[in-house]
């Protein structure tokens, strides 16, 4: 269970560390959010987890449906993230956000669960690779697969919450025209971001 664990931790990490949509949340909210901003996000984005690992668990089914409508998770997702992206930019003009209530940005645990959805990589990797990970622990036991669930969180928590924590300590450093740049260069990773997953789930139908 120990190796299984160990298993999860690794592939975490593989994936927490690539920059990525849930990344440029977890810096967007520090600043202001503080360093368990980084455990919020990860919270946000477990929950979307907990769900995709009870769909596995209960039926490989959901599996090859999910799988079957890719090209339209790649659309929606890229989509979402574009306007995700466009948004971060327009809000960067104001400076450092105040955290409104009203905003994704500001939210880190709706932010953590809106980059989880809207990144179809996200998608393509739990109902692949995750999917018979996962399967393959809970052939075991469902205490392995638990196991191998844990490791995973493990990593999420762990390394979102060194990168707020890091944010959040140089928030005195940066001046608010400094962090509207930042904003701006996060957003501008997410809108290329997007259109990577649009041009990848429109370019078969298109024949790009």
Partial sequence: MLQTYLLGLVIGLTGALVPGPTLV???NTSVTGGW???ARVSAGHALIEAVIF???I???SAVTAVSEYSGLIGAIGGTALVVFGILT????GSG???GGSGSVVANPYLAGAVTSVSNPYFWLWWF??????VLAAARQAFLFALAFLAGHWSADFGWYTIVSASIHRGK???DERVYAWVLRGCGAFLVLFGISYLSLALGPILKI
Avoid: C, D, Q
């Fill in 36 to 38: 368990k901003t980084g």
């Fill in 54 to 56: 009870s769909a596995i």
């Fill in 25 to 27: 949340a977890t810096i």
């Fill in 128 to 133: 692949s690779v995750g999917s018979a990970l």
């Fill in 96 to 98: 450092v956000p105040e």
């Fill in 172 to 174: 005195r450093i940066f």
């Fill in 58 to 60: 209960l039926g490989v």
């Fill in 89 to 92: 930019i327009r809000g960067a």
